[in-house]
């Protein structure tokens, strides 16, 4: 009989998550009732977001407990259905749990049967074409509304939404320079990805005057993954009616206890700055649109789905760690063996 595997929280983080935070048990696989199907998972997606729900702290989910399975967005196949949208052999996504088998049904966030193509690796649904190149989208397009000839800079620009919101706001004909933490993630970015210019933040003495020399007539939308001192930089950088898309703080997940501050917040009254932080369920009108243009994108060879997968279900936590210390490129995901 098979098992149902499942990685749960066996203690919360301090800083930095580590593998021994984390364990992996096994129960017996759950039988789908009235309205619910059961899913064999084939990748999760690897988010910082998670990371906020391990300290035992709500947010705008409520946090993971001690001995509670981590929750992340996945990917997997129907196996048996009793919910009359879907059928066995549907591909599926949703704001799930690391585990081999679960139950969904229309009470699972961010539901949604995925019409996967067989020319395009099932994995880019969960980075490029999924989640990662929505959330680009969204911010770019709904809350940056992006035109062309302007100059976008992208912090976090060789991760997974970064690398996909650099790409996108290149086709749409803006100027586009990434920020990244090592020489070998700002060449990425230039050479494979199409960024007009990148800078590599740990080497940069002074990042405000780095952006300045990058963008002399100023920015004028900021896709901000990171907050903190990256945020304070860019700041006094911005042009007037500039536009900073607030997608990620992840300077500060690790120590969300004591935050970074900000000391140039006046700059966003100086210059009549518009500053938005925005959540990708709550843009679902725009998502079809998005899902033609990075189908579209991607077949023609003009948007790179830049990933790392880690394969087996018990190297989850590795991969996890290995992303919230800055050790990864692209989009993170696990692949459930």
């Not at 301090?14 to 935070?21: I, L, S």
């Not at 000391?263 to 649109?289: D, I, Y």
Request: a negative charge; one cysteine or more.
């Amino acid at each position: 009989m098979p098992v149902n595997r499942r990685i749960i929280l066996r203690a919360h983080p301090d800083g930095v998550p580590k593998p021994a935070d984390f364990a992996m048990i096994e129960e017996a696989v759950p039988v789908p009732g009235p309205g619910e199907m059961l899913v064999r998972n084939r990748y999760f997606s690897m988010e910082p977001a998670i990371r906020g729900w391990l300290d035992g702290k709500d947010n705008y989910f409520t946090a993971i407990p001690l001995g509670g399975v981590i929750r992340g967005p996945t990917l997997g196949q129907v196996i048996t259905s009793n919910h009359p949208g879907f059928q066995p052999g549907d591909h599926v996504w949703g704001l799930n749990q690391w585990e081999d088998f679960s139950i969904l049904s229309d009470q699972t966030i961010l539901l949604e049967k995925l019409d996967v193509s067989p020319d395009i690796p099932l994995s880019h649904y969960v980075g490029a074409l999924g989640p990662s190149g929505l959330t680009a989208y969204v911010g770019l397009h709904d809350v940056g509304r992006i035109s062309e000839g302007e100059t976008v800079v992208i912090s976090a620009a060789a991760g997974a939404v970064g690398s996909v919101a650099g790409q996108i706001a290149r086709l749409r004909g803006a100027r586009v320079v990434g920020l990244a933490g090592s020489d070998e993630k700002a060449a990425i970015l230039t050479g494979r990805l199409g960024f007009h210019a990148a800078i590599n933040y740990r080497k940069a003495s002074d990042l405000g005057a780095a952006i300045a020399d990058a963008c002399p007539a100023g920015v004028d939308i900021y896709f901000d993954n990171v907050g903190g001192r990256t945020l304070d930089a860019m700041l006094p950088r911005m042009r007037d009616f500039g536009r900073i898309i607030c997608c990620g703080m992840i300077s500060d997940y690790n120590n969300q206890a004591t935050p970074t501050p900000v000391h140039n917040l006046w700059q966003v009254v100086a210059k009549q700055l518009t500053l938005r932080g925005f959540l990708l369920f709550s843009h679902m009108e725009t998502l079809p649109q998005a899902r033609r243009d990075l189908h579209q994108w991607a077949a023609a060879g003009e948007l790179v789905a830049l990933e790392n997968i880690t394969h087996g279900i018990a190297n989850a936590p590795d991969s996890f760690c290995r992303l919230m210390a800055g050790e990864t490129v692209g989009k993170t995901v696990l692949e459930v063996d």
